[in-house]
């Protein structure tokens, strides 16, 4: 792979023009499909298979009124009693009016027609019925429904209309680009050269424009979550800088070490481009797996984060190249573009084999740093390895108590729509009335349903933690009925999780009917579960898959084992701060989370899939190269701190990055993208600095030779991928006596 990596670097870079302006037709291509077929984002999280799902589905084809999108509006009164008087059931009997004949409303419920007043007289809710589902709702008729009852609040009365209407996508705004500049901050120290940075970023832009504007593109024939686009594009955005910061740093030692620009970049590509390439590769598995998992929206979640990163693979190893021939030498810091240009007159050769002693300071100083840090680490590689272990122990300790849900309005922002009209139910009628469950009742006869309603009702009124059950709806048919179930508890607690499957149980010997539980609360609670089951699966799929990738690349049992078992150690630490910061609250107000919950249901399997590429990722660049001095003489100790002392500075300006573009998204209000953002953050901080520059260089030496034993029939079965480039290398020699 190293060989033919080689040779499309350099071909990129002698046919530059013309491998930029494709990338630039691209783009544009990208960018115009999007514009003209770009579709609408999903709010709503389904479920094939689901109890839940399937009385939704029900709904649709047997009671198509009641299976469009909701909307409850929230009225509060000036004064107690206040909804009695007949001032005020003329106000709510206007509100209602206008409700009703809101773009895309089939009807409006009077609350007090049908009994939906608080008992004090101040409170009361309107039920609005949508002809469509959430998703089909239009803006505008979003931006109706949110500015209805303007007439009530001039008498000063509270009307906040919420609802599963509502939902939306999250805004993209500033306060992201800060994790951006940040991060072209890293890319200016790390070089020392604006031109270098400033290419690196272009590449990463170029590659996220790209990506983003092929998935908008498939949005008009592929239904995404509103999640989805945000996850593609901090993914993509981090990835696509740190990929072609491994590129061009190795371009930049091999200017420095005499080599003329194409074979500069060719050896580049065939080397770090070789590790970018299995990085991107283990992310795309990774992200591609999560459709084993069998849940839709998660299959499509992964499969658009994996398209952007497959993008910004090819941007590095093709475009990256192109780049680095305009930019020639400039990519090197002026003092040391100088002194080889002097060195080049003095000497009238290039590409002479020895380094110049000004490249010989500029690489000592340069990993310096990195030097000291791994010397110290294998010389107390015991205690460095207990304090390690014990630090991510005791951050992993909350682990076990993470609950996951979908969000809900609760969590939403302060200030928002959803959030105002949440906080004015549960003021007036509890956290139960927040979260309603609906019970859909379908007999093969209107006889047979309407013998069932009643022993429904009668089992629901005796299930511990409900609060009423609502008469019962019928279609016009007769046969299917649609009964309200109110909890006293909110959404996401607990004890609504354990109503849903004691209502499951209590109706489920009710014979000549079918009876379904369903609702927005439902469906989280069957979503959550179901992803809870498969996390387990998939976590065993993916430290599967790190062995035996890992065990192609290094031709090591060892490595694998402790690269898998690093891995875990990240993503048990990681859970374990994300739960304590927003479940529990600790430190809450330092990311701007005003209301702690659960963590959204898809997070944990989302981030053992993306941290299992970024950790295989600062994987294969530290650890190559140990085995690559290892391999050509140098002792097992000595090795190790050559490969950490060379790797060090890239790998730490790569995970500041990544932390910055992560960190970035903390910023937003959307409660679940700042869950994102955070736990990546923290993730990459974690397995870059604990675990693989700290833990794996001390377990390295520790181990010694036998970090690199494989059984010989083993090392026989195995192809090899040549990530070091030792074939590159062989193929070099028998060409040139130029060394790699």
């Not at 609360?521 to 996390?535: H, N, P, R, Y």
């Amino acid at each position: 792979m190293a060989t033919l990596l080689y040779r499309l670097g350099r071909g990129a870079l002698r046919r530059r023009r013309l491998v930029v302006a494709l990338w630039l037709v691209v783009l544009v291509g990208a960018g115009l499909a999007a514009a003209t077929l770009r579709g609408p984002t999903a709010s709503n999280f389904t479920m094939p298979g689901t109890e839940s799902q399937r009385a939704l589905d029900l709904l649709a084809e047997q009671f198509p009124a009641a299976s469009g999108a909701t909307g409850t509006i929230a009225v509060k009164a000036p004064g107690d009693g206040q909804l009695g008087t007949p001032q005020g059931q003329a106000v709510v009997q206007e509100l209602v009016q206008q409700a009703g004949t809101l773009p895309g409303v089939v009807g409006a419920v009077n609350p007090l027609q049908v009994g939906a007043v608080s008992p004090d007289g101040r409170y009361a809710l309107v039920q609005v019925q949508f002809a469509t589902g959430a998703d089909e709702v239009t803006d505008d008729q979003k931006a109706a429904y949110e500015e209805v009852g303007a007439a009530a609040k001039a008498q000063g009365w509270q009307v906040a209309p919420g609802g599963e209407v509502l939902g939306g996508e999250p805004e993209i705004g500033s306060t992201e680009a800060l994790g951006v500049v940040v991060a072209a901050i890293v890319l200016i120290i790390t070089f020392g050269s604006l031109v270098a940075a400033g290419m690196t970023m272009l590449n990463a832009l170029i590659g996220v424009g790209a990506g983003m504007a092929g998935l908008f593109a498939l949005s008009g024939v592929v239904e995404l979550t509103s999640t989805a686009p945000i996850l593609a594009l901090m993914l993509g955005l981090a990835v696509g800088i740190d990929y072609s910061l491994f590129i061009t740093s190795r371009h930049r030692q091999n200017l420095l070490d005499g080599l003329p620009p194409d074979e500069a970049v060719g050896r580049a590509v065939g080397t770090a481009g070789s590790a970018v390439v299995f990085a991107g590769a283990t992310v795309v598995i990774a992200l591609a797996g999560l459709a084993v998992v069998d849940i839709p929206f998660l299959t499509v979640m992964g499969l658009a984060a994996a398209g952007t990163v497959t993008v910004a693979v090819l941007v590095a190893i093709t475009l990256a190249p192109a780049l680095l021939g305009f930019a020639g030498r400039r990519v090197l810091p002026r003092r040391l573009r100088t002194a080889g240009a002097d060195e080049t007159a003095a000497t009238g050769n290039e590409s002479a084999d020895a380094p110049t002693a000004e490249a010989n300071a500029a690489t000592e100083d340069q990993s310096r740093f990195g030097f000291r840090w791994a010397r110290f680490v294998t010389r107390f590689r015991v205690p460095v390895i207990l304090v390690g272990l014990l630090g991510l122990g005791l951050l992993a300790l909350p682990t076990p108590d993470m609950r996951l849900a979908l969000p809900d309005a609760s969590t939403a922002a302060v200030g928002s729509p959803a959030r105002v009209s949440n906080d004015l139910i549960t003021e007036g009628f509890g956290a139960g009335f927040t979260g309603r469950l609906a019970v859909v009742v379908a007999g093969d006869s209107p006889q047979a349903t309407s013998a069932a309603v009643p022993q429904v009702t009668a089992l629901l009124q005796r299930t511990e933690n409900v609060l009423a059950v609502a008469p019962a709806q019928l279609s016009p048919d007769g046969r299917t009925a649609l009964l309200g179930v109110v909890p006293k508890t909110g959404p996401t607690d607990e004890a609504t999780e354990t109503l849903v499957h004691d209502i499951r149980d209590s109706v489920g010997g009710i014979r000549d009917a079918d009876v379904l539980l369903t609702g927005v609360t439902a469906i989280g609670i069957d979503v959550s579960e179901k992803l809870s089951d498969a996390l387990p699966v998939y976590l065993l799929l993916v430290v599967g898959l790190s062995v035996l990738l890992l065990m192609l690349v290094f031709r090591s049992l060892l490595v694998p084992v402790k690269a898998a078992l690093g891995f875990l150690l990240t993503v048990a630490a990681t859970f374990g701060i994300t739960v304590a910061v927003f479940q529990q609250g600790h430190l809450a107000d330092l990311v701007g989370l005003d209301t702690p919950g659960p963590l959204i249901s898809f997070l944990p399997i989302l981030l053992i899939g993306i941290l299992f590429g970024l950790a295989m990722d600062y994987e294969v660049f530290l650890v190559s190269r140990m085995r690559e001095d290892f391999v050509h003489g140098e002792t097992a100790r000595q090795a190790t701190i050559s490969g950490m002392g060379h790797g060090a500075r890239v790998v730490t300006a790569a995970a500041l990055i990544m932390i910055s573009v992560f960190g970035g998204f903390v910023f937003l209000d959307d409660p679940v993208i700042k869950s994102m953002g955070f736990a990546l953050a923290i993730g990459v901080a974690i397995d870059a600095f604990v675990v693989r520059m700290t833990i794996v260089p001390a377990v390295m030496s520790l181990l010694g030779d036998r970090a690199w034993w494989l059984p010989r029939w083993l090392n026989r079965a195995l192809p090899n991928v040549d990530i070091e480039g030792e074939g590159l290398r062989e193929h070099l020699t028998e060409a040139t006596p130029t060394r790699v």
